[in-house]
């Protein structure tokens, strides 16, 4: 029996914000609905509003503005940039990708791979692991984790390199329809066979870009863990001071 594991209610008010955003409901350079208008329209505690607007503020969606009020500024450049990730692990054709893939099985769920699929922890679940090389250097290790149930009828447990994108293997085998992505980045050191896979000696950290792929509902279809070493990455970001 899987658990659905939803987030906080500012997140998913933040993540309803930012949709509207990028479909231009919310243009930039215009002002989102006020606090006691987002309290009205969503049911939702002013403490919770101004949380989730918090957070957009911090990811650079929104800004404030002296005597104007908040802002929308649109979508930030990190934001295409971690996006990139999230859209070549949902994208990549297998069999016409740099790289080799590694790994096909089923497996216990790692924890942090479980709360975001919704499932209890050591629920089986199948991982294909994935690593992208540049001209002999293995330089980012992708493992993809789905539900049990969502791979039946499916060529996703096959130790041959998929033709064409997991996504529209997905979307047409079983009839569901990817919606959104959530990415969380973070930095970690990584477990034994990820270090193996990318050559990595001891106590090189990685830079982990974990994307979750929801359906319209946010029900979580996949998860994938970017891993990127950190000693062969560099990162740039630009942020306004005001």
Known sequence: MAYEVEPPKYVRLAQTLQRRIEDGTYAPGTRVPSENQLVQAFGM?????????DLLKRDGWLESRQGYGTIVRGRPEVVEQKDRR???ALERDESQSAGRLVEVGHVPVPARIASALGLPKRADVLMRRFLVEEDGEAVELVSSYFPAG???GTELGSDEPLSGSVREHLEARKKVRFDHVVERVSARLPEAREAELLDLPDGVPVLSVLVVACDASGRALQVSDVLLPADRQELEDTYRLS
């Open 86 to 88: 999230g859209r070549e």
């Open 45 to 53: 505690s002013r403490p919770t509003v101004v949380r989730a607007l």
């Open 150 to 152: 969502l791979v039946e």
